[in-house]
């Protein structure tokens, strides 16, 4: 399996990202096979908590294509979401990263994967832990839930899920 963690900060008001993330799913079951969807989290700004909240998900996905064509059309969808790359982690339309990619190991210039910074990120380790709770790191061979108790109390209490409820009241 395809692991993918998705995320948005722009615009501003968290019904505008909401319809952002519907486009970004829509654009992606043109891509690949979708086989599951985690909620949505709402998390500060990483590393900068100054800026815009984030809504955070991810997707377990199959696809034909080789990782690098993978990314390749990722970062096709990123550009037409309007994602400008003004500065590192500045707000973002769109970002999607491959968190897995049926458990290779790869490192080029361009690609690295299993993500490099996924086991230390909130954001990323409870949406996937709700999609795959069996999920093992391809490189420390450890389970997810691991990481998520490694997680500090302040990066554990920093993230909220959002209900279906809450997203239908906007």
């Not at 900068?48 to 096709?76: E, G, Q, R």
């Not at 973002?92 to 996924?118: A, E």
Request: with cysteine; net charge positive.
């Amino acid at each position: 399996m395809i692991y993918l963690g998705i995320g948005c900060n722009l615009p501003f008001r968290l019904k505008e990202k909401l319809k952002n993330i519907d486009i970004i799913i829509k654009n992606l079951s043109k891509l690949v096979i979708i086989k599951k969807i985690s909620n949505l989290y709402l998390t500060p700004s990483y590393p900068d908590k100054t800026k815009p909240k984030f809504i955070n998900f991810c997707m377990k996905v199959d696809t034909k294509m080789s990782a690098k064509k993978l990314l390749i059309n990722l970062k096709k969808i990123e550009h037409k979401m309007g994602r400008i790359r003004k500065y590192k982690n500045a707000p973002r339309t769109c970002d999607i990263d491959i968190l897995d990619f049926k458990k290779k190991i790869m490192k080029t210039n361009k690609l690295v994967i299993p993500h490099p910074q996924m086991h230390l990120r909130n954001f990323v380790l409870y949406p996937l832990n709700e999609i795959s709770p069996g999920w093992k790191h391809p490189v420390y061979n450890r389970k997810i839930d691991y990481f998520i108790k490694s997680l500090t109390s302040k990066s554990r209490l920093e993230i909220t899920r959002l209900k279906k409820s809450d997203i239908r009241d906007l």
